[in-house]
């Protein structure tokens, strides 16, 4: 059992991290105000104060951070610059110093947004980023904001689907929502990328602590696909109307964030450390579908008043 303090909470990966862990570690999170009944324990705080890390810090004494916040929505961060730099390069960066002083494991959350996507293949973490917006640029200096203060840092570039507080945050949520109530939505055929159930994300990286692991590591599903097929997985392991989702361009689509075409990485090095295979897609299909059976996404959203 370990001390974790977790950002970001109220998240998507926040949220299902903490669900993960809270069981079989003693977990502390830091929110700023959404989750008023959560079945774990809860700082209240804005990470952009600049007393609210050194405080939960004092009082979690945590033997591991894991950074689940940041400004994630490619659309905001492309609106508000200044805001996605405080929140995805500075405030990861004060958090890895800080737990170099304490002698913390920290674990900064990046993204596979950080490639251009012009690859044919899979990216390993030796190829060259190449960022197309504001959220991956920041994204990018944020990892290496991390590891210029922190060498021990683990950086982990993820990917992932699943239930969430608002019931809106991830594709997976989008597909199923729309399916559900019979509206039809369209899948880019042309962005490729590599979804792993966020829970699978969540286990996976507590194995990456507890392997004393550190260094820029890929963690996403072993198995590439488009957005459009994704959606059409989902339909079908929900015995929804597939016909309902049409495919199409992202050339075509109204986003002002620039999106990459091909964003499969491989997870080769992240595998060979771990000395196993990560989750097969299927696999983490079938959990996302039987945590719908059990009521798992109501229950998330019953922690917010
Ligand atoms: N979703 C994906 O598939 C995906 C893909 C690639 C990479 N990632 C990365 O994975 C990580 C987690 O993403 P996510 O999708 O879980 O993000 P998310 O759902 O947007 O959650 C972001 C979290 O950060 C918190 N936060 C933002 N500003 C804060 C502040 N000033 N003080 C305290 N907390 C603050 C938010 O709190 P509030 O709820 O109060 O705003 C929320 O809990 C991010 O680093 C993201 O870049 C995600």
Same mark, same amino acid.
């Given at each position: 059992?370990? &001390?974790? @303090? ?44 600049? %007393?609210?890390?050194?405080s ?6 945590? #033997?591991?951070?894991? $950074? ?15 805001? /996605? &730099? ?54 990018l ?17 993820? $990917? ?5 507080l ?8 989008? +597909?199923?929502?729309?399916?559900t109530? #019979? ?9 490729? +990328? ?14 990456m602590? *507890? ?10 599903g072993? *198995?590439?696909m ?6 059409? %997985?989902?339909?079908?392991? +929900?015995?929804?109307?597939?016909? %309902? ?7 075509t689509?109204? @986003?002002?964030? &620039? &999106?990459?075409?091909?964003?499969? @990485? /491989? ?10 295979? @990560?989750?097969?897609? /299927? ?9 719908? %059976? *059990?009521?798992?996404? *109501?229950?998330?959203?019953?922690? #917010?008043?």
């Open positions: 059992m370990a &001390r974790i @303090l977790i950002t970001g909470p109220s998240g998507l990966l926040g949220i299902n991290f903490a669900l993960e862990t809270m069981n079989k570690h003693e977990l502390v999170a830091i929110d700023r105000g959404k989750l008023t009944r959560a079945p774990f324990r809860v700082l209240n705080g804005d990470l952009l104060n600049a %007393e609210t890390l050194d939960a810090l004092d009082f979690a004494r945590p #033997q591991w951070l894991i $950074n689940c916040a940041a400004l994630a929505d490619l659309e905001a961060c492309e609106n508000n610059p200044g805001m /996605s &730099r405080r929140l995805n390069v500075d405030l990861p960066a004060q958090m890895a110093q800080a737990c170099k002083a304490r002698g913390i494991s920290f674990v900064h959350i990046s993204t596979d947004a950080v490639f251009d996507g012009e690859k044919n293949g899979f990216y390993t973490e030796e190829d060259s980023p190449n960022p197309l917006g504001v959220y991956a640029q920041t994204k200096d944020g990892e290496q904001a991390v590891f210029a203060e922190n060498e021990n840092a683990i950086v982990a570039r993820v $990917n992932f689907y699943g239930w969430s608002s019931g809106r945050r991830s594709l997976a949520e989008f +597909f199923h929502h729309n399916l109530h #019979q509206k039809s939505m369209s899948g880019f055929t042309d962005v490729k +990328f590599c979804p792993m159930l966020v829970n699978d994300t969540a286990r996976i990286l507590i194995k602590l *507890q392997k004393n692991m550190s260094g820029l590591y890929h963690l996403v072993p *198995q590439a488009s957005k459009y097929q994704f959606g059409i %997985e989902i339909a079908r392991r +929900f015995g929804l109307k597939a016909s %309902e989702i049409s495919p199409k361009s992202i050339n689509s109204s @986003l002002i964030a &620039r &999106r990459a075409h091909n964003l499969c @990485l /491989s997870t080769q090095k992240l595998s060979t450390a771990l000395g196993e295979s @990560l989750p097969e897609f /299927s696999t983490g299909l079938n959990e996302f579908y039987t945590q719908f %059976e *059990q009521g798992y996404p *109501q229950k998330i959203r019953s922690y #917010q008043q």
